[in-house]
């Protein structure tokens, strides 16, 4: 199948926050993000990594929010289709002239089919690779924005709307019935750039930067103890079982869920074996079988539309993830056709 | 204070297992202890910078219980003072011919005023010591027996026995009341070589067995994932507020708890500095503020008399430390001075 | 610039081995590559993340030498366009039937216009992937095959090779009068796929392996001190100027050179920043500035023709690297502007 | 055998040093030691879990020279009794008050038989125990002080020395005519408080710090590179044979040498096997048989006696270390019985 344009890979995200200085003390001070650019209405941020303007824009705004989530593309042409593409699908489109996104340049936005603000571009000012400036590196020693994860009520829906844009299934978690819970796609070789989770949407569920070893994460657990805010970590650390990936979720100051993600795989041939999960299994969102928490699975960020007002939720009606492993009648196993007990956290109080 | 005989440190547990080959497949396949003798009935097991005969042994049993903790002692003469010791104590006394424990010399078992069934010894058969036997070190790397937590009803009063065989405290955890509701004390220069639980006792706790560093220990989280056996890790990995060490805690085929320990700190010198803990410090038991899972407070392995019979619990009677931080009237604060909302794992469900 | 065929990554490499089982105690023994199949004749093995049927065959042969470096392609049209891109450019072509190579599909081998054996193909038998079969990962933890090293005469020449097949150039080592001494090369959005280090040629310099952590590369050297190989190090562990990745060369029975690597960064953007080295700065090749030992530069593996000949070598006309870095008149700094002495190997002897 | 008095461990060094400045960078800016005081003579310095005033002490000076060598004692009492003691032996003394050195107490300066300036002490000002104050972590992460390395031309009446003063010895390199280069010897319970090197003397050969894990060493390397101070890395990081510990040298920009170091065994038994090592034996100082450099046996800072005045020095008569196994009539093995061919140093140029 042939993409009707040419997308890279995740570019980056744009967050409203309400409190820029609670935000840099955060991303800077605690997870060691660099900052390219800062002034009273906007801080841009990048990873060692990274050689573009940014790969995270946080925007003081009235409340925390979703602005936008951007997809680099091959080239300016492929912006000129991608515009095209989302008119013929009929959706709200905004061409943003070069600047429109401090050092991003022309681009266009689009409210897609699913509601969520995406930008797609290809100009971006060129700043200082750090990948050597170890006199810099710091904290997370993050290296580069890896994936965005959003929460949609219809996840074979969104799926198909993501492959007609060229990206790939990496895995899956399904139940026997055929329920897909959440759904991981990618266009750069490793298993996400986009995951799609079930819930009510359009909400992210979380951004995810990439460190280079798993004691950076855990380093960054030990900063937030010292801080006396450890508070902000909701998940983890823990090995996932979808991705096989080393993680830790935080909220930022404003809720926003930042995930920090090291060590999944190659995935760029075009053979590159699906991986389905069945939904009881225990170690499939966490190999160790250690609990997801609810507030993982239920909250996630407002999504705003590009007039910048918040976009109203559409429930999902397929079963949530969470009330088939959870409690109740939800229950997970660790070894298939074992008797499915309620899970560890269930378990423990 | 002078010290009736002269401890060195933990020198090795007897458990009784009731099915020998489901726990050597653990600690030999999963931990990778190294087995220095087996037969029907029991195994000798070490780490791998150890050069006697063995710091764990396993006996087949018709119940799962502590057999004794096992310090060792400068040397034989010491083993006699600790022998007249506990006879001037008043306590039941076990006199050992060497060899009465396979690997190990002249030894005295007591039941020591706390309820417990510990050995004193020092004269061990030698065996190689695998330091650089890299080609043998696989899956968790354990280096070495790190220390015994044992649940006793009064810490207060246990401590008070511990100081009086020389033994010091390196942290505790108290409330602003003076309620004393763990206790950590060493011979060696570690955080501990005994912990003090409050809790129903005699019942043993952990033992714990280290590491040199942290990934060894996220490695038998993940091989435990592969055999499909995460329900046997109970918390974490995380790090400890108390010792400061990186953590992680098992429980054995017979439920045994077992915690994989590194990266303590030295407390060699005679001002170092104690540590006090409040209670309500939600950082306290893990520096991340990650919940301590109730069957972590409450549950222990039995501990046998001298005869082998299972000793009778005495129930603790002051506050229990769960309860005064989980859920109902029980709170913690991960700043002190903030509202105490109930733990995250409690927020949780 | 369009590329006449689609090559996706480096696939395997075909070695010839005189002794297979002191290869097998090597490659599975030592580094922990899995073993797909193995006959009297030849070895077949695979990293943990791998599914295609093996990235390295050992070949028993009555001397040591490179068979085939394989690229896999997106299909097997694909096989078909380089065929005919191969005859095209008047090199020696051999149509190789499904199964030529136990595992491979429909293939292609070429004497490349550099003299190289290279075969493409994309078919191939898929295997169980081991990513979370974390209870046979063992020593090196080796993921998958990352890139192919080779010694060729001219490398302007070479890269212009290179870049006609669709290859983009990440990073160089040149001097100021314009001589380039290496450059790297990728498909694959990493460092390189291929490198080519200027000398005499055709030779394979090396093929390399990716682990996820820096520790475990550590520990193939520890091993291999515990097997009383330390002598099959030859160079590192260290850290790369070029790619930035952590590194380690060893010899394997047969005098083949062999990289353990991780850790550099992703080049798939277009705009990706080239970055050239001087020869002079003695951080290239370790940014630590540890000597590059002079078997590195000056040794490499025998190469076969399609009739399996050894290739005669066509002496490098330029200078060599090691001439100019190295004693004598050759030169480094560790900070450009300063006085150059003698690099640290030969200020130290 | 009962000491004399009870040496608890190595305290702090005393480092002349010519320019504070250039010495600050280094030790706080590329290692993250923690200053605890300066002023316009003298920079104070600890590492993270150390909570005594300083455990290296600065001073400036004409020229770069050690100025004393520390021990910390048990008490005050056991610094009279060492007071003494060295007055019995005949050695010149001061008796220094409290104060004296900033933040130590009362102590006494010996100038030992074997020409160095010793100092033991105990009281000393408490400061912040930084261990969980991972908010000033960095770069090294360097916990506390590990050892002294010491250049005396008779090792055996060394070694006789200090177990006059209650060492004992953990490792030892000798040949098999009886020669001994180097000794290992400690009170704490790791392999080394003091180690002995054979050649001219009294000279410091160099200090170490301690870190938790080996990736801080790692990183100390890549910041020298990003620093353009590659060339302060004199040796390593490698695994040292003797006491398996992971370790990397530098020179300071006096030329001082300080060791990284870390994981090491507990040698805190009585009967703690000693392990011999042969001089011939090529993995003895690096495990990896990577060569040791020739500055790094033949270099070595300057020491003053308690006028301040540099001691002349005394020729080791005995073979040295260096001229055994490097080159000319010297040679090493991998695999004991193997042929010697020169080590791989010699081998390479």
Redesign the interface.
């Known amino acids: 199948m042939t993409a009707p344009f040419d997308v890279?890979?995740v570019g980056y995200a744009e967050l409203f926050v309400t409190d820029l200085a609670a935000s840099k003390a955060f991303y800077e001070g605690v997870l060691g993000l660099y900052v390219t650019y800062e002034d009273d209405s906007s801080i841009h941020l990048r990873g060692f990594?990274e050689?573009l303007y940014h790969s995270l824009v946080l925007k003081k705004g009235p409340e925390a929010a979703l602005g936008a989530l951007a997809y680099?593309v091959?080239?300016n042409e492929e912006v000129k289709l991608a515009t095209e593409y989302f008119k013929n699908l009929g959706c709200r489109i905004e061409v943003r002239k070069s600047g429109a996104t401090r050092g991003i340049g022309d681009a266009v936005r689009v409210e897609d089919p699913l509601g969520f603000p995406i930008e797609f571009f290809y100009e971006a000012d060129?700043v200082e690779?750090f990948?050597?400036?170890?006199?810099?590196?710091?904290a997370g020693a993050i290296?580069?924005l890896d994936h965005f994860n959003i929460m949609t009520p219809d996840v074979p829906l969104a799926q198909k709307y993501y492959e007609g844009l060229g990206f790939r299934v990496s895995e899956d978690i399904r139940d026997k019935e055929g329920t897909v819970f959440a759904s991981w796609l990618f266009r750069?070789?490793t298993v996400h750039d986009i995951a799609l989770t079930g819930g009510d949407g359009p909400r992210m569920h979380h951004i995810a930067f990439n460190t280079?070893?798993?004691?950076h994460i855990?380093?960054i657990?030990?900063?937030?103890?010292?801080?006396?805010?450890?508070?902000r970590?909701e998940r983890g650390?823990g090995?996932h079982?979808v991705s096989?990936a080393?993680y830790l979720y935080l909220r930022d100051p404003d809720g926003h869920r930042i995930e920090i993600y090291t060590?999944d795989?190659?995935t760029?041939?075009?053979?590159n074996?699906l991986i389905s999960w069945d939904v009881h299994d225990?170690?499939r969102r966490d190999?160790?079988?250690?609990?997801v928490?609810?507030?993982w699975y239920n909250e996630g960020s407002k999504v705003l539309d590009l007039d910048g007002k918040p976009k109203s939720l559409v429930a999902r009606t397929e079963t949530a993830e969470s009330t088939v492993t959870i409690?109740a009648d939800g229950f997970s196993y660790?070894?298939e056709g074992d008797p499915m007990p309620e899970y560890?956290?269930?378990?423990?109080?």
Not at 131 to 138: A, F, K, P, V
Not at 221 to 231: E, K
Not at 287 to 291: A, K, L, Q, S
Request: proline share 8%; aromatic share 12%; with cysteine.
């Open positions: 890279l890979r990594e050689y680099r091959r080239s060129h690779r990948t050597q400036r170890y006199d810099l590196h710091g290296t580069r750069k070789p280079h070893e798993q004691h855990l380093y657990c030990d900063r937030l103890g010292a801080f006396r805010q450890s508070d970590i650390p090995r079982g096989n080393f060590q795989y190659y760029g041939d075009p053979d074996p225990n170690q190999w160790w079988g250690n609990p928490v609810p507030s409690g660790t070894r560890k956290l269930g378990h423990q109080v």
